[in-house]
């Protein structure tokens, strides 16, 4: 029961600022095993949510029914107020709802750019248009920037599958943002990254939130990294929303510290 | 798959006067070897001369195609300027190499057209989309009964009914035939696209069984096994009699360039990109907004379309239709063609379609055991080069262009600290 009051006490303390993407009761079960359980929190403008919690507690789940990969038995996603629910994973990624997989996924056949354009092309104009239109779209440029902004340039036409696992990662992370989305919901970006091109990653996605207003949610199993990059820290423990707070408040919490630590 | 894409290779773009002037010297022999040997390919076959020491020219010019775009950088301009010479050099080949030829020559030539037309339908399917499909020579039949039904006002009953269909102009019917294959791709592709790998090429397997039963049991409607012959000798295009081998040769061929043209621009377009980011990974690609079930049926309905009009053309060719042209192993065939000639390539389905075709005839000395012969090729290639001929070409370009780049770059360090040296 606790569960729920700290859910309507996480919907309402942090209620400054647009919401981008409100996600309500959502409820998924596979067998006997629920999942993700009556989850609900906001996703505001501009803002980084850390969402963490054990091996197991949903977290993955719960990103997969907010961005289509399952379709939850309850519960509602909203994006921008619009019930998004039943949509199929693409109308959500055109509607602006961009994302990255715990595992690397890259087109490995295509170079770094095509796989770029791949990634911004469905976003413009109509299926029709696009087969006539030249083939790179006038994307060029915008792609190039992105490139350079993930230090890629000069893997700008090497084949996706060729490059270091580290550099798949960025390149992966980089063809959630060429869009431009409205939100982008990054799942263990930091896994299998080595450590120094940790500090960098967390330096890219500091620098789309700031500059360009880029909205997170990022699923993290590394607690440094997310406490130092998030605003706010979301906590699943076995399906069940935790608590919603700060980090300075998450760290202080003694529940998520039995989770972690006791449990 | 590198044909495709059209980005600048990292080659060094001309910072340094010595590498341009060094490069550009080495590539106008390069074009001047490749326009030799293009026409010495073109030009030789021609009168049907068995003397061995032209045969032997002309395969050594053949080798010198071949080597010349080995050695050209792809996307340089001596490389797009080779390979353009190329391909204009194999359509005139294709184009000359018919004069004076038999009819059963020409018979296998039409056999190429027009089972390269299914093939290059079938590597957009299967070597760019990544689905596999199974049914092509059911479509390639539907194509042919739909065009062959069009044609003299055939009388046709199904089920109790019988109606007389309308006498449909030659060109008409071979539209119909591929926009009717369209039309059942679409029936099947919706079930079929929930299905993935292995099951989706059963599904469209037993598709191509129940193609072939229809066929073979409504005779009303198809002439059941007996099939129907159907002679070419009405059949004139804008005033050109068709009945002729020859003509209704370069008939298909005009089919088969224009089907490699919109493959080459579908695949060239964004839509190529997003099939090919269907073939690596759809789950991340609808993550991205792809739309992949709209993709897919496109895939698959554009493949079958290419079937569907191959059909109409293939009926005309050999001028006779039975339902055991369109059995299982005949989609077999094609999908062995697309994969030894090289998925994913353009010129690959192409390739492996000489192989099931001409060489079909000029391996026939081998007689029954021709079969056998051919699947231990298959077999033998797909251990040898697994990315089939034009994959392995590709393969090989890479490596030699990477030594090539390196000796030049080598080269060129020693030339620089000789100009130091010597004031």
């Known amino acids: 029961m606790s569960t729920i009051e700290s859910v309507d006490s996480g919907v309402d303390v942090d209620s400054d600022g647009e919401v981008v993407v409100s996600v309500r009761h959502i409820t998924k079960s ?121 230090r890629l340039a000069h893997l700008a036409d090497e084949r996706a599958g060729n490059l270091s696992y580290g550099q798949q990662k960025l390149l992966d992370t980089a063809m959630a943002f060429v869009s431009g989305p409205a939100a982008v919901f990054l799942d263990e970006p930091a896994g299998g990254v080595n450590p120094a091109m940790l500090g960098d990653l967390k330096e890219r996605i500091r620098d789309l939130n700031q500059n360009d207003g880029m909205t997170f949610a990022v699923v993290e199993h590394n607690m440094e990294f997310i406490f130092g990059l998030a605003d706010r820290v979301v906590v699943l423990e076995q399906g069940r929303l935790l608590m919603t707070g700060t980090p300075d408040e998450v760290r202080a919490d003694p529940r998520v510290l039995e989770v972690y630590l006791g449990g | 798959m590198s044909t495709v894409t059209s980005a600048p290779a990292g080659l060094g773009d001309g910072q340094d006067t010595v590498t341009a002037v060094e490069r550009g010297a080495v590539s106008w022999r390069l074009v001047v070897a490749a326009v030799v040997a293009t026409a010495l390919v073109v030009t030789l076959p021609v009168g049907r ?35 353009w010479m190329t391909l204009a050099g194999c359509l005139a080949f294709l184009v000359v190499f018919p004069i004076g030829r038999s009819d059963s020559t020409l018979l296998d030539l039409g056999l190429f057209a027009v089972f390269g037309i299914v093939c290059i339908g079938t590597n957009l399917v299967h070597g760019f989309a990544g689905k596999v499909s199974l049914a ?29 269909l309308p006498n449909v102009p030659f060109l008409l019917a071979i539209a119909i035939a591929g926009l009717t294959s369209m039309v059942f791709s679409v029936l099947i592709g919706f079930p079929a696209l929930r299905v993935q790998g292995p099951w989706l090429a059963f599904v469209t397997l037993a598709f191509n069984l129940l193609v072939f039963l229809v066929l073979n049991n409504e005779e009303g409607l198809t002439g059941g096994s007996r099939g129907i012959r159907i002679p070419r000798d009405d059949v004139d295009v804008f005033g050109i009699d068709l009945f002729p081998s020859r ?13 490699v043209a919109v493959v080459w621009w579908i695949v ?43 059909g109409a053309l293939y009926a005309r060719l050999i001028e006779f239709v039975d339902p055991r042209g369109f059995y299982i192993g005949q989609s077999f ?4 063609a697309t994969v030894v000639g090289g998925l994913g390539t353009l010129v690959g389905p192409l390739i492996g379609v000489s ?61 620089r600290r000789g100009t130091r040296e010597t004031p």
């Open chain 1, 30 to 150: 596979f067998g006997g095993i629920r999942a993700v359980d009556n989850v609900s929190f906001d996703l505001h403008k501009g803002e980084i949510l850390g969402v963490i919690g054990p091996n197991g507690c949903g977290k993955t789940t719960l990103f997969n029914c907010i961005l289509g990969q399952y379709r939850p038995d309850g519960g509602r996603i909203e994006l921008h107020g619009r019930d998004v629910s039943r949509w199929r994973p693409h109308r959500r990624a055109k509607a602006g709802l961009a994302r990255t997989f715990q595992l690397l996924q890259v087109f490995e056949s295509m170079s770094v750019r095509d796989n770029l354009k791949t990634a911004a092309q469905e976003h413009m104009g109509s299926m029709g248009r696009r087969l006539f239109q030249r083939p790179d779209m006038g994307l060029n440029d915008r792609v190039d920037r992105l490139i350079e902004r993930f």
């Open chain 2, 49 to 83: 001369s068995q003397f061995a020491g032209i045969m032997w020219l002309w395969a050594l010019a053949l080798v010198g195609i071949v080597g010349c775009n080995l050695l050209v950088p792809l996307s340089s301009w001596t490389g797009i300027v080779v390979k």
């Open chain 2, 136 to 164: 092509q020579a059911g479509f390639l039949g539907i194509g042919a009964y739909v065009s062959v039904l069009l044609d003299d006002g055939r009388e046709v009953a199904i089920g109790g009914m019988s109606t007389t």
């Open chain 2, 247 to 259: 003509n209704y040769y370069y008939f298909c061929l005009v089919f088969l360039v224009a089907a």
């Open chain 2, 268 to 310: 060239r377009s964004p839509w190529g990109r997003a099939f090919k980011a269907l073939r690596d990974n759809p789950a991340r690609a609808a993550s991205l907004g792809v739309d992949i079930r709209t993709y897919t049926l496109l895939a698959f309905s554009i493949g079958a379309g290419l079937a569907g009009v191959a």
């Open chain 2, 333 to 336: 065939d094609f999908f062995l």
């Open chain 2, 355 to 415: 192989f099931i075709t001409v060489l079909t005839d000029r391996l026939r000395v081998a007689g029954d055991y021709y079969r056998v012969w051919f699947g231990l090729f298959v077999v033998v290639m797909m251990l040898v080069a697994p990315k089939g001929v034009a994959g392995s070409f590709n393969l090989l370009r890479a490596r030699i262009q990477k030594r090539l780049h390196k000796r030049l770059q080598s080269r060129l360090r020693q030339r």
